[in-house]
């Protein structure tokens, strides 16, 4: 009978290798939807365990359907979908494009000064915060310096997930599998952690893994950009528009001065022409200093008009209104221009070409009153065969001119039954909805110091933030649900379903024993080594926080017989499980950086890797120094 249940058991353990190792050829081969993986795996091992149950000594079966889907309903997968949907409404609000603002403007113009004051932020605030709404609130702001710096985003969001990781290892509080080796230490009567006691050892770490952040994983990850930045970047990224602004009393721009005869208060955007009451001033503009109520008349790109309007969008285009409100019309609404506060609500920035059967060549934007019968206000027009040097009012529409537009959804989407302009809808763009930016901040706020300060779980913070934000009107339900990363969604399950099923049927318990069986003999040193690799390699596969259960019981075994500190095998789990690195299912917040940096799986070993091995180095040398063996 015991002869039975043994094979019984081995063979519930070598087929939950089969299904692991099979997920994750068909995650690295991408050629199936990496949600269809991810639920052909639960169904299969759902299937598998439903007629080969694991039962326990009163006959219920451990990896029944009801624990295999516990995953879905699974805390940290909750509080990561909330804080996906908190992002989103930062990122909506432009909260978090004024802070990357801030931290660009403190950088100064060096990409590695950059990447190093937000990742070194990213590791301070990790050590003390729950790592995922870390990553969730620095992704725009990586996207941010990625666009300010014209790198690809997939060079930086993967170092922002390690940084995260990194951060971690640092203090008690830094990661759940961190306290769940203490508390399986004080299970096991033996000394817990104080909240400082692996703090040496997780700094030198993290600042290994820092320099290599900056230094190597740039040069290791490839270059990817999704479809749409594609299409954007290569259709409209470079081009200028010539674009009019107004400057309001309230404006950076108020009191700056050109030197040498360049304006350099206006950053990239290149000043054509400068409108004061009746006067042109035109270049160069020697002395010339700005006050409030100038139009200035520029060249820019789209990109350099869209930071401008998020930045200061009542300081730099407070009259805009107004100078379409003269307007020549020959329709019922002549001369008149209803009230709509342009710069509030949704709004949405778009293209819009003049075709050659329009009835606005020749005309200009005041005579056509574009404003009055579109509700849109245009922000810019490019002119592809001349630079015009011109009031932008002033200048008279030809076939081909592509205008910038701004405009209620409602408002942009009606324009597909105007004749007289072509709505090109693939460069349709939200803009930041900067009335609700305090409000998306105090929120803000609230759910990290409620978390922080373990008022209530990170769970109920950060679905009542995700809630509020809706309730309050900063997101509504589409966009919140838009949030939502279907990927995450199902492929946190299925990696909890694997690590649940490793652990039940011994599979992690084995593949330990095994490796550091071999080494039977060695010494506390090499042993230590050989434990921490052994586990690294595991929490790439299974849950941290079921490994970290898994093999503080063996680290104790281990250090006991070696006659070695307890506390070094015990560091040697919490740093292992903080390891994972190689694979997009090993920690969630790799699974938040995939979208962003357009990653394909196997993209995490080849940085993930070689910043193991590092580690690995580095701790086989530093720790086993550091606690005296």
């Known amino acids: 009978m015991q002869a039975a249940a043994a094979t019984s058991t081995d063979l519930h353990m070598w087929l ?246 360049i304006f350099s208060a206006l950053g990239n955007m290149t000043l054509r022409m400068v409108q004061r009451a009746e006067q042109a001033l035109l270049p160069p503009f020697e002395n010339y200093e700005a006050r409030a109520g100038d139009v200035l008349v520029i060249a820019a790109t789209r990109k350099e008009i869209q930071e401008a309007l998020a930045r200061d969008p009542e300081g730099l285009f407070p009259d805009l209104k107004d100078a379409e409100a003269t307007v020549v019309t020959d329709g019922p609404d002549e001369g008149e221009d209803t009230e709509i506060p342009w710069h509030e609500g949704d709004r949405v920035l778009v293209e819009a070409m003049i075709p050659p059967a329009s009835r606005f060549i020749g005309q200009t934007l005041a005579h056509v009153g574009f404003r009055a019968k579109t509700n849109c206000l245009v922000l810019g027009v490019q002119r592809r065969s001349r630079m015009i040097r011109a009031a932008m009012t002033d200048i008279r529409l030809q076939p081909g001119d592509v205008l910038l537009l701004q405009g209620r959804p409602d408002d942009v989407r009606a324009l597909r039954a105007n004749t007289d302009v072509l709505l090109i809808e693939w460069s349709a763009e939200e803009l930041p909805a900067h009335h609700h930016a305090k409000r998306a901040g105090l929120v ?80 506390p040193w090499t042993v230590l080594s050989i434990f921490f690799i052994t586990m690294v390699v595991l929490t790439n596969v299974i849950s941290s926080k079921a490994m970290a259960v898994l093999f503080t019981p063996i680290a104790v075994d281990l250090a006991v017989s070696l006659n070695a500190p307890v506390e070094a095998f015990a560091v040697a789990v919490v740093f292992a499980a903080n390891c994972s690195f190689a694979s997009p299912i090993g920690y969630q917040t790799n699974l938040l950086v995939m979208g962003p940096g357009h990653y394909k799986f196997i993209d995490f070993a080849r940085a993930g890797i070689p910043l193991i091995l590092l580690i690995w180095l580095v701790f086989s040398l530093f720790v086993p120094w550091y606690y005296g063996m």
């Not at 299904?19 to 949600?35: N, R, S, V």
């Not at 516990?70 to 930062?90: E, K, R």
């Not at 110091?449 to 509020?468: E, F, K, R, Y």
């Not at 649940?500 to 071999?518: P, Q, R, S």
Request: glycine share 12%; hydrophobic share 60%; net charge neutral.
């Open 16 to 261: 939950t290798f089969a299904a692991i190792l099979g997920a994750f050829a068909l995650y690295a081969w991408e050629k199936i939807a990496i949600e269809v993986t991810s639920l052909g795996v639960l169904c299969a091992m759902m299937a598998f365990f439903h007629f080969f149950p694991v039962p326990d000594a009163a006959g219920r079966n451990l990896l029944s359907p009801e624990v295999l889907l516990s995953g879905f309903s699974n805390p940290a997968l909750i509080t990561v979908l909330a804080l996906l949907v908190m992002g989103q409404g930062m990122v909506r609000t432009g909260v978090l494009d004024t802070a990357a603002h801030h931290v660009l403007k403190c950088c100064g113009a060096n990409v590695w000064v950059a990447g190093f004051a937000v990742l070194f932020a990213v590791i301070a605030v990790s050590a003390f915060l729950n790592n995922i709404p870390v990553v969730v609130i620095f992704i725009p702001i990586m996207q941010a310096l990625a666009d300010r710096f014209d790198w690809p985003a997939s060079k930086l969001m993967m170092p922002l997930s390690f940084a995260a990781i990194l951060g971690g290892m640092t203090t008690l509080i830094g990661s759940g599998s961190n306290l769940l080796v203490n508390s399986a230490l004080i299970g096991m009567n033996e000394t817990p952690f104080a909240f400082f006691d692996f703090t040496v050892p997780g700094l030198v770490l993290a600042g290994v893994g820092l320099a290599y952040l900056l230094g190597v994983a740039p040069w290791i990850l490839p270059k990817r950009e999704g479809m749409a930045e594609t299409l954007v970047k290569g259709s409209t990224g470079g081009k200028q528009y010539i674009a009019q602004i107004a400057v309001g009393p309230d404006s950076h721009l108020v009191g700056e001065q050109a030197v040498g005869g």
């Open 444 to 523: 803000l706020l609230a759910v990290v110091a409620a978390a922080a300060s373990g008022l209530v779980p990170i769970v109920i913070a950060g679905l009542s933030g995700a809630a509020a934000l809706v309730g309050m009107g900063v997101l509504n339900v589409r966009q919140a649900m838009r949030a939502i990363d279907t990927k995450i969604l199902t492929m946190i399950p299925a990696a909890l379903a694997m690590g649940a099923a490793m652990h039940v049927t011994g599979g992690a318990h084995f593949v330990a024993h095994a490796v550091i069986g071999v080494f039977d003999g060695a010494g």
